[in-house]
């Protein structure tokens, strides 16, 4: 079965850094479309980034991370990091990696299989 494991979350000063990593499992990663999502408590889940499959990885970032963040993926590994520069309080959420529905699905959907996450708190 599909398994997604987060790591790299944690405690940062606004202006720090942080890598998630986000293992995949029970599937072809290669194939498919990952995604970054976060959850606030009063906000709901909100996407962050997005890379594709196959040539040229295409990247998309949302509009209040762009520029800031940066997706990868390592299809040998099985993994897709999430590189956060410049981090602000309003960071702060639990980050989930999540696979794409379908192998021609490029768009995270809210139903889309996701790991546990991972929190970020982003505090002096």
């Known amino acids: 079965q599909v398994q997604l494991v987060e790591s790299g979350g944690g405690l940062v000063q606004p202006g720090g850094s942080l890598r998630l990593s986000c293992l995949a499992s029970g599937f072809t990663f290669s194939y498919y479309t990952m995604h970054w999502v976060r959850q606030t408590p009063g906000k709901g889940f909100e996407w962050v980034a997005s890379i594709r499959s196959g040539a040229g990885n295409i990247k998309r970032y949302a509009d209040s991370v762009n520029g800031r963040f940066g997706v990868s993926r390592d299809n040998a590994q099985n993994t897709v990091y999430l590189q956060m520069n410049s981090l602000k309080p309003e960071d702060t959420a639990v980050y989930y990696c999540?696979?794409?529905?379908?192998?021609?699905?490029?768009?995270?959907?809210?139903?889309?299989?996701r790991g546990q996450g991972t929190q970020v708190t982003v505090s002096a």
């Open positions: 999540a696979k794409s529905g379908g192998t021609i699905n490029t768009k995270w959907d809210l139903a889309d299989p």
